[in-house]
C-alpha cells in the first residue's frame, strides 16, 4: 500500500458501518479508483476510545470556537439542542470518566463550569482541573450555563451523574502544532505557548 493510500483506508475504518455503506453508495468516480481497498477492509466494533456513536458524530462534527456541555443527570436539556444521552443509572456514567474519555479525543481551548462549584462541590473542580491541566479554565454563573449558555450549545451530553453543579463546557480548539507547520505561517502570541 503506498503512502498516497493509508489516509483513504484510515478514514474508512474510522467511519461507522452504515457511514461506510453510504458513502458506498454515493461515490465518485474517483473513489473508485479504490475500490480494491475498500472491498479488503472488514468492519469491525471500534476497539479504543469512546465507543458512543452519537459521542463520536458530535466531536467530529465540533468546530474552532464551538462549545458543548457535559451534563450531570438533571440538567434541563434545551429541546432545541441535540442530546446524547449517555445516562443509564444514577451515576453511570459519572462526569469523571465521560469528561477523561472527551479529553482524551477532543481539542479543549477552554473549559468553563459553574461558579458556584468551587464551594458547594470542590471535589469535583479538583477533577476537572486535574483532567484538563494545561487548558484555559474559567467560571461562568450557574444561571447562565442553565440559561443562555445551553440554549447556544453545539451539543449537550447527558451523564448519569448526581453531582450538583455538575454542567462543564467545552470549547474546541484546534491542534496548533498541525495547523501552523507549513512554511510562511506565522504563529499568532497566544498559541505560541502552545508550540512547545
Given amino acids: 500500500m503506498t503512502f498516497a493510500i493509508k489516509p483513504v483506508v484510515a478514514a474508512a475504518l474510522a467511519c461507522t458501518r452504515l457511514g461506510v455503506i453510504r458513502a458506498l453508495r454515493y461515490r465518485t468516480e474517483v473513489d473508485k479508483l479504490f475500490d480494491r481497498y475498500f472491498t479488503q477492509l472488514t468492519f469491525e466494533m471500534k476497539r479504543h476510545g469512546i465507543l458512543n456513536l452519537g459521542l463520536n458524530q458530535a466531536i467530529a462534527a465540533m468546530g474552532h470556537g464551538d462549545y458543548l456541555i457535559v451534563c450531570d443527570a438533571g440538567f434541563p436539556i434545551p429541546s432545541e439542542v441535540p442530546r446524547i444521552d449517555l445516562a443509564v443509572i444514577p451515576d453511570l456514567p459519572d462526569i469523571e470518566t465521560v ?6 479525543e477532543f481539542i479543549a481551548e477552554k473549559v468553563a463550569y459553574a461558579a458556584e462549584m468551587a464551594q458547594n462541590n470542590p471535589r469535583l473542580k479538583e477533577k476537572v482541573d486535574r483532567i484538563f491541566a494545561g487548558v484555559e479554565l474559567t467560571s461562568v454563573s450557574h444561571v447562565d450555563i442553565l440559561g443562555t449558555l445551553s440554549h447556544k450549545a453545539k451539543f449537550i451530553v447527558r451523564t448519569g451523574a448526581f453531582d ?33
Fill in 99 to 104: 469528561l477523561t474519555a472527551i479529553n482524551r
Fill in 164 to 196: 450538583p453543579w455538575g454542567n462543564i463546557l467545552l470549547y474546541s480548539g484546534v491542534d496548533v502544532k498541525q495547523w501552523f507547520t507549513k512554511p510562511g505561517t506565522v504563529v499568532p502570541d497566544y498559541y505560541r505557548a502552545r508550540m512547545k
